[in-house]
């Protein structure tokens, strides 16, 4: 780790930044389908064969945006480029989705391997292609730096106060957007039923990396100027607390909103469907913020 | 850092063109093409060490039986020996008591992918173990 933190500008740590934020775009793209059984069916269902052509297809698409996108910062990508940035691409949306998959205990040791690797491979797709996509997503600070947004004066409480302000707000708007289709549907009791308590700790654990990731870890858009600014919403670990503390209460009301919970059902049920949509809720509210 | 990182570097974002990786960047590389292979050779495995066996289920219960507040749990296991991945499996108990009396219990199975096992349990209202217990799957469909 220490490599990475020598210098900023080191290739190490430049590379480190271009996988997070390659990370943080695949889960921005990828997270709604992860939370879809149909897509975990299908993918324990499928034939090797179409396993091998969903891979075909992916690389295809993904070798498409990347010669125009990408995750890394280059402006003129030669195919050879464009070819490795596409299996990097591939091959970190498959790491990520196992780490989730097993996170929700989809993939386990006893999960037979053709079941696993297929939904592996049709959960990765998705995630590819957000990761080929974070360019245009997560745009780099360098093209957003002279925004005339950053010169308004202002005094600095003011400052202050609306900056924690347009953070929650945009908090709860990312989160709602991408939590919005998942809340209503029966993923959210059906993952519950099958986590307990260390799994659920887990998916506190990358809810906060996540978040953390997409807004500050990267060279992401407006990371200088947030960092500029101060108030308690701008520490960067405060920020990730208070955001997903922000999503999770997103979250709980977006469950008694669709009426996947009553005031009468017992405490644990309520910690459980909201941690398990705070995943989502977090990753949004983190783009949200992102946007802001 | 050692110098020729920086140089890699410099050469790599100077010119915008990506003249040359870097070592960070090859070592990434080489993992993701690891992880990529890995994936494609396992899903070959599977495909070349696939039996196109049709759906083979068995259902069998086990011994233990648990009694709570007057009614049995009858743990089960249903598991898939064949293939082919099947859907909405039924699986039928039939109990009949030495006195004469008959139980039915039923489970459907969303989903049982080849070589995959799933549990449940059925639930009778009088002793199992005074009585014969007879399971079956009665049917199942393809996807």
Redesign the interface.
Known sequence: MSVFK??I????R???NN?VRGISGGFLFGIPLLYTMEVW?IG??V???R??IA?ALTFTIVLLLNQTTGFR??????FR?AV?DS??A???G??CTSCVLVLFQEITL??????A?GK??YESVPFALGVALSNQLLRDESEEKQQPKENKKQTDRNKQIDGIVADIGATLIGGIIIAFSIAPTDEVPMLAASTSGPWLLGLVFASLLISYAIVFAANFSNQSKRQQQKGMFQDPFSETVISYLVSLITAALMLWFFDKLNLSDPWSIWLRYTLILGLPTTVGGAAGRLAV | MNPMNMNTHTEATQGDGKVGRSPAEWVTFGIAATILSTVIGLVLYVWLGQQRQPPILSVTHEETIREVDGQFYVPFILKNKGGETVESVRVIAELETNHGIKEQSEQEIDFLSGEETQEGAFIFSKNPNNGKLNLRVTSYKLP
């Open positions: 020598a210098s500008h080191s290739p190490w430049q590379e480190f996988l069916w324990s269902s034939e090797p064969l396993l091998l891979i910062n280059a402006s003129d990508i030669r480029d490795i299996i990097e591939i091959a970190l498959i790491f006893d999960t037979p391997l053709g079941e690797l592996l491979i």
